[in-house]
């Protein structure tokens, strides 16, 4: 009897659970969470085994989680408790851990550790960038450099924090260069404020455009396992308008591609991840084990571009996915640890998938406000419709009733050969979903839709014929300025 | 008719008021005698109104006393009526608003006084029924309850004291209106897209008719409030939009490429020597009137000044001014030449009389061929354009050949209806053809 140790209670980890769950080896599968996933604590319950509710962050509590259930592996679904040293706390216990060390996990908690990696092995889709360790020095750049940038907290902070600001009309930049500003003192003193774990406190890059795409793939540290590429959708509201959230939905294609990305691109997408992978054990000495996922963007300087890396599956991406795969859990887990990942053949459903995120009125910006009104979610009636649901940022009450934690409620997944129809089959779910005190849910309605589809085409077309220009007249990964006085910049180097 | 915008910052660190300023410039066009600007600071709403045209009505003493991450903005048509410049439209209680409007508000003066309140002009009596409709529950249902009386041809975006921003389009759909987003930073609405182009946020939507949106310090909400009976006005496309503007879904330049190759179709010159353009509503009617005729184009005209919207000046004395400024012909691209003359409308004939003269009586064109890329105007806009009484208007009383006479142009042609709908590209049934049939959707 294998048993599984899975750490995390959000959709994603409710998805892995699932996955672990369908396994022919019937794993009795434990958990460590922070809140009661209903979802996750029913598949535990049915396997056989239990749950430890406490901090999920904490590689000690997860340790001895994992010793009092002395479980055969531990699948770790979130970062934090990666940057924190969770899996260094389990494989120093001997069990074997899926999920990163602490050092090679910092590909995500450290996006100035990432870009300068990606510099220093040359590793195409790389961003030039700037990493401060004082606000001073920051805001000094951004009012010297007023321009097209990127500012994020230099530290994975939960997905937030990053501002984007496209600055080409001269006449709106004073307002922006004061937004850029504000916003560098913001991630002082909101978005990096705890986390001592890391020098450089704010990253200011190129701004890049054009359409973004995941690509998630297991890794044993030599070869890497990938999944079928996901797109997410980050504005709060339908039509790509409103502010940024940790993502509302998400789509996948028939196969392994996107509608708007090609093989190719698929490709050289999926070489970038197994480079930086090999640049970390050639720099660290240290194997990754676990899950890495490219959050991507395919743009005008490279193609293929990395924006961040995940040393985990997106959410909502991993829950796009992990239901198509028909390969076992076990033994992929099998694999990973005894370094022979790649013979194992990684096999998935032939289905184009959707799914969206139902949130409570006041998410994201308003957390507080979102949190703490009972939900009701008809499991059965979601199924009735050819769907189903994942929990996510809802607690169990000991009363069986269930309450917002503030975050996204639950996500709601199915699959088929149209997005369009897959999308329409969604949307006479969201009934199903509903805070019984009156309180507002909402999610995105054009997710998987035609219109926005055609969008992601339009815009990956345009790119792509950019940069393929810009291939061919030798300009990949660089930019050239004339700057009198000075000369001929070439910027392919920083 | 006015041009109306809305920002909506999700970062209280933004200030709108600069973005306002530069989206009412790019709506310049709807209305040049007066504008505004409110934003709303997280405490009250801050407003500022002049006389005149956008950047020269404000400096930046005013942009930096507007604070505030969500703002609105109007330019108007109509000079201030005796009062200093009050729009957007006030309301103070019970719940402060500022209103900006485009389209007929008449109804909401009606409206108003049913129940008790006072109100000087339509736009502010509109403001006055949404702040006591807002005051009393569901905005949605506020919304509604409004809509339902102010007939279908009012636009609409407001701002609360409450931080909440509210835009309207009325089932006619007479007047465009569409949605755009800045990144993850704000939402715009505007009366057409170029405004959002030139601050460089995206086009998402043209507003259907009857909906609403909804924005709150935590969300953005859609509603139908009325079901959608579109009657597009059709004088967008030939005159009143810019070409880079995309309304109803239609490209402004291309609906007006399209008209040129009617023009073309439908009266050809023989033998005309070069192709020249009214500036600059008529080029792009110009330039495929070239284009599907071979006839080569040239420019023939020059404008000084700045840019001004002749037709729709106020009085005639400013509609000379403007058109004489903006039109000092080029000698060489005329003289001796066997011309066409491509404008975009003929009201009163006046000013098509004058060019023509000064191009074959001075600059010596040997022949002037009038062509307009407009159906005959025959009738009032009810919906806020202005457009001078039936008797002042030419179309409605003489024949082509008779106008070609009064222009003394060698001939003259007015572009087809039936050429119009269909360069539009929109059912005729959800046109608006009021100004060139007299039958409008709604009664007078």
Same mark, same amino acid.
């Given at each position: ?494 | ?112 006084? &049913?129940?008790?309140? /006072?109100?000087? +002009?339509?736009? =502010? %009596?509109?403001?006055? $029924?949404?702040?006591? *409709?807002? @005051? ?124 040129? &190759?009617?023009?073309? /179709?439908?009266? +050809?010159?023989? =033998? %005309?020597?070069?192709? $020249?353009?009214?500036? *600059?509503? @008529? ?124 222009? &003394? ?36």
């Amino acid at each position: 009897m294998v048993k599984v140790l899975l750490v995390g209670e959000g959709a994603r980890e409710h998805a892995i659970a699932s996955a672990i769950c369908r396994s022919t080896q019937s794993p009795r599968l434990y958990a460590v969470m922070r809140l009661r996933n209903p979802g996750i604590l029913d598949l535990c319950l049915k396997s056989g085994g239990d749950v430890a509710i406490g901090d999920s962050m904490d590689p000690g509590f997860i340790s001895r989680a994992a010793e009092r259930f002395s479980v055969d592996f531990v699948f770790i679904g979130p970062e934090e408790p990666l940057f924190r040293g969770a899996a260094n706390a389990i494989e120093d216990m001997g069990i074997p851990c899926i999920g990163a060390r602490r050092e090679a996990a910092e590909i995500e908690m450290s996006k100035a550790f990432m870009r300068r990696l990606m510099w220093r092995h040359k590793i195409p889709g790389r961003l030039r960038f700037q990493a401060f360790k004082d606000l001073g020095d920051a805001i000094a750049y951004i009012e010297e450099y007023a321009e097209s940038v990127a500012i994020k907290p230099a530290r994975q902070a939960g997905g937030k924090g990053v501002k984007v600001i496209a600055d080409f009309q001269a006449y709106l930049s004073k307002e922006k260069g004061h937004v850029k500003a504000e916003h560098a003192k913001a991630i002082e003193s909101k978005y990096m404020r705890g986390y001592t774990d890391i020098e450089d406190r704010i990253l200011i890059e190129e701004r890049v455009e054009g359409p973004e795409y995941t690509v998630q793939m297991f890794t044993d540290g030599d070869s890497v396992a990938p999944f079928p590429l996901v797109q997410d959708n980050k504005n709060a509201y339908d039509m790509d308008i409103g502010p940024e959230t940790g993502g509302m939905g998400s789509i996948s294609g028939k196969g392994m591609l996107l509608p708007f990305i090609t093989q190719e691109e698929y490709e050289a997408s999926v070489d970038i991840v197994r480079r930086c992978v090999k640049a970390l054990e050639a720099d660290l000495g240290v194997k990754y084990k676990g899950v890495i996922s490219g959050q991507m963007m395919l743009t005008p300087i490279w193609g293929p571009t990395i924006i961040e890396f995940y040393s985990r599956f997106g959410d909502p991406e991993g829950v796009n996915v992990l239901p198509l795969l028909r390969t076992d859990m076990v033994e992929i887990m099998e694999a990973i640890a005894s370094g022979k990942l790649h013979k194992v053949k990684m096999e998935f459903e032939e289905a184009a998938t959707v799914v969206k995120c139902f949130a409570p009125r006041g998410y994201p910006e308003r957390r507080d406000l979102a949190a703490g009104h009972p939900v009701g979610i008809d499991a059965d009636a979601i199924r009735a419709m050819g769907c189903e649901v994942f929990y996510g940022s809802v607690d169990l009450a000991p009363d069986g009733g269930m309450v917002t934690g503030g975050s996204r409620i639950c996500e709601v997944f199915a699959k088929g050969d149209d997005l369009p129809e897959i999308s329409d089959r969604i949307e006479r779910c969201s009934p199903f979903i509903r805070c019984l005190d009156g309180w507002g849910v909402f999610h995105r309605s054009d997710i998987g839709s035609a219109a926005l589809l055609n969008r992601r085409i339009e815009q990956s077309n345009l790119i792509r014929e950019v940069y393929r220009y810009r291939m061919g007249k030798g300009l990949i990964g660089m930019e050239i300025d004339w700057i009198p006085g000075k000369g001929k910049i070439v910027h392919s180097d920083w | 008719m006015a041009g109306i915008i809305g920002l909506y910052g999700y970062d209280t660190a933004w200030k709108m008021a600069r973005f306002i300023y530069y989206g009412l410039m790019a709506l310049q066009h709807r209305g040049q005698e007066s504008c505004g600007i409110s934003t709303y600071d997280g405490e009250r709403l801050l407003r500022e109104c002049r006389a005149g045209m956008v950047d020269q009505a404000f400096g930046e003493a005013e942009l930096e006393a507007l604070r505030g991450w969500i703002g609105i903005g109007q330019v108007d048509p109509e000079p201030p009526n005796g009062g200093p410049p009050a729009k957007p439209s006030f309301a103070k209680c019970p719940l402060g608003l500022a209103l900006a409007c485009d389209g007929s508000a008449a109804r909401a003066l009606k409206a108003a006084r &049913e129940r008790g309140l /006072s109100a000087g +002009d339509p736009q =502010g %009596a509109l403001a006055a $029924l949404l702040s006591r *409709e807002l @005051a009393n529950g569901d905005p949605f249902e506020a919304i509604e309850r409004i809509a339902g009386e102010l007939g279908g041809a009012c636009n609409f975006i407001a701002l609360t004291e409450r931080g909440e921003m509210i835009a309207y389009r009325g089932e006619l759909g007479i007047k465009p209106m569409v949605i755009g987003n800045f990144g993850f930073d704000y939402g715009a609405v505007a009366s057409e897209s170029c405004a959002l182009d030139v601050i460089g946020a995206e086009l998402k939507a043209d507003l259907s008719p009857g909906e609403a949106y909804l924005f709150t310090p935590w969300s953005i909400e859609r509603r139908k409030v009325r079901e959608a009976r579109p009657r597009y006005c059709a004088f967008e496309y030939v005159y009143l939009a810019r070409p880079d503007s995309i309304i109803n879904g239609k490209s402004v330049y291309e609906v007006r490429m399209r008209i040129g &190759e009617k023009l073309a /179709s439908e009266s +050809d010159v023989e =033998g %005309a020597d070069s192709v $020249l353009a009214v500036p *600059e509503t @008529a080029i792009p009617f110009a330039m495929a009137f070239s284009n599907a005729t071979g006839k080569p184009i040239g420019m023939g005209f020059v404008q000084t000044g700045r840019r001004v919207r002749s037709a729709i000046r106020p009085t005639q004395f400013e509609r000379l001014v403007g058109v004489q400024l903006k039109l000092n012909p080029i000698r060489a691209a005329m003289a001796g030449k066997r011309v066409v003359l491509i404008d975009d409308s003929v009201v009163r004939g006046t000013t098509t009389k004058n060019t023509v003269k000064v191009m074959r009586n001075r600059m010596g064109a040997k022949e002037v061929h009038v062509r307009i890329g407009s159906p005959r105007i025959i009738s009032q806009c009810p919906f806020g354009i202005e457009v001078p009484d039936r008797d002042e208007l030419i179309a409605a009383h003489l024949s082509e050949e008779e106008v070609g006479k009064v222009v &003394e142009a060698d001939t003259f042609h007015w572009l087809s209806l039936e050429g119009l709908i269909e360069a539009i590209g929109l059912p005729r049934g959800s046109l608006c053809l009021g100004c060139f049939t007299g039958e409008y959707p709604e009664a007078l």
